[in-house]
């Protein structure tokens, strides 16, 4: 039985080539999208030959200031089988996932250390663990109002994340629950609007 690719949204190296396809030249992405200004992206008319492959090709010139390294890329450059105009929208999603996969595992739940594999019990304990991500963002996004995280100039990002500031916050609070008494963060507040 056949059945349908997944659409998929890949980011590609800047010095991946490119070409029009079969037996045409292949060019650096960097190369093609040299004319754009920071900020301002461009779908490439057609599908074009990457790894073989026929997809299309979309890049966006990013912002110099925000680089972490000097060798980091210039340009963001997604390809994909389906939809070019929202493919880099729906890549930019996909830090939505890695946040939530990061707190479940090592830097937040450590979900892989409960070796669980019966299927009922890994289910309730996914949902419990989404409750408890929620509630972690809830209470990072709270503190964040209260007392801002810092902002590291080199690359313009937080110091932290929402969730592991609202998480640290949860910790404190379980483990000295007295020590928050006359307190304005009303931990079980947070929870009931979840």
Not at 59 to 81: A, M
Not at 158 to 167: C, D, E, N, T, V
């Amino acid at each position: 039985m056949l059945s349908e690719p997944i659409p998929f949204r890949l980011r590609i190296r800047q010095t991946d080539k490119i070409s029009r396809g079969r037996g045409q030249p292949a060019i650096a992405g960097a190369h093609l999208f040299r004319s754009l200004a920071i900020g301002s992206e461009r779908v490439l008319r057609g599908r074009r030959s990457v790894w073989g492959r026929a997809v299309y090709v979309i890049g966006l010139r990013l912002d110099p200031k925000h680089k972490k390294h000097q060798s980091d890329d210039d340009f963001l450059i997604v390809i994909t089988d389906h939809d070019p105009h929202t493919a880099l929208a729906d890549y930019g999603r996909r830090w939505g996932i890695e946040t939530l996969f990061t707190a479940l595992k090592t830097r937040g739940f450590c979900l892989e250390s409960t070796h669980f594999t019966d299927r009922e019990r890994l289910s309730k304990l996914l949902a419990l663990l989404a409750l408890a991500f929620v509630w972690a963002m809830k209470a990072g996004i709270w503190r964040h109002g209260q007392k801002p995280i810092r902002i590291i100039e080199a690359h313009g990002r937080r110091a932290r994340s929402l969730f592991r500031y609202g998480f640290d916050l949860l910790r404190r609070f379980f483990i000295d629950p007295l020590s928050f008494s006359g307190s304005l963060f009303q931990p079980i507040q947070l929870l009931s609007c979840t």
